[in-house]
């Protein structure tokens, strides 16, 4: 599976941003597609995550300001994110797990500043 990310860029504090990843090769109906995120000196922690079912799963630090949402069609994920915060600067990676593998995009970086 490869993944390819878009999106990312220069935003103000408390402005927004929409990721976009999409997937090519395989993907089986049974797998979790997620947004992780590295900041700088920091180890990469989980954004948010949706599973096949629909079911979301959010870090606490973004709960109601992110939202995760797929197009099953497109093989696709993405991520809208608003209220961003300074410290939310990051390289944001898409990410897929199923049968116990695990594929990463490129990154795209997400800079929050004024």
């Known amino acids: 599976v490869q993944l390819q990310a878009f999106g990312g860029g220069l935003v103000q504090p408390g402005g927004s941003l929409r990721l976009s990843c999409a997937a090519s090769?395989?993907?089986?109906?049974?797998?979790?597609m997620g947004w992780y995120r590295q900041a700088p000196g920091k180890q990469r922690e989980l954004a948010a995550r949706?599973?096949?079912?629909?079911?979301?799963d959010y870090a606490d630090s973004v709960k109601g300001r992110f939202t995760i949402s797929k197009d099953n069609a497109k093989k696709s994920v993405y991520l809208q994110m608003n209220s961003l915060k300074p410290e939310e600067t990051a390289v944001y990676y898409c990410?897929?797990?199923?049968?116990?593998?695990?594929?990463w995009g490129q990154g795209t970086l997400v800079t929050v500043s004024s």
């Open positions: 090769g395989t993907i089986f109906s049974s797998r979790i």
């Open positions: 949706i599973f096949s079912n629909g079911y979301t």
């Open positions: 990410n897929v797990f199923q049968r116990g593998t695990n594929s």
